[in-house]
């Protein structure tokens, strides 16, 4: 998982919200089981991996801070592929995390 971008938009006059998107890299290895047991593999994966954050939308646990409020997180497959010279195939999970923050602290 690694961070791709950080966004801002102010609220009002003391509340900003930011955007934190991360893309999670999924990969299968297709070398024993064949393209299309792995892909149905990596297609169960994604989903696991989009259910954990489906049922937790505010990652609970997660300590934010205290100027921060945590507002929701909005997983979604950015793209597919296969690497053949590398006999994988991976899945893109990219991953929005929105927070609240208090400006006036």
Known sequence: MFQTSITGKRENNYENLRTYSFDIALYYDVQYSGI???????????????????????LTGVNVGGKYTMIDVEPAISEWGEVPDKKIVGA????????SFNITT
């Open 36 to 58: 299309s047991t792995s892909m149905a593999a990596l297609f169960d994966l994604v989903d696991d991996v989009l259910n954990k954050f489906d049922k937790d939308e505010t």
């Open 92 to 99: 893109i999970v990219n991953l929005k995390v929105r927070v």
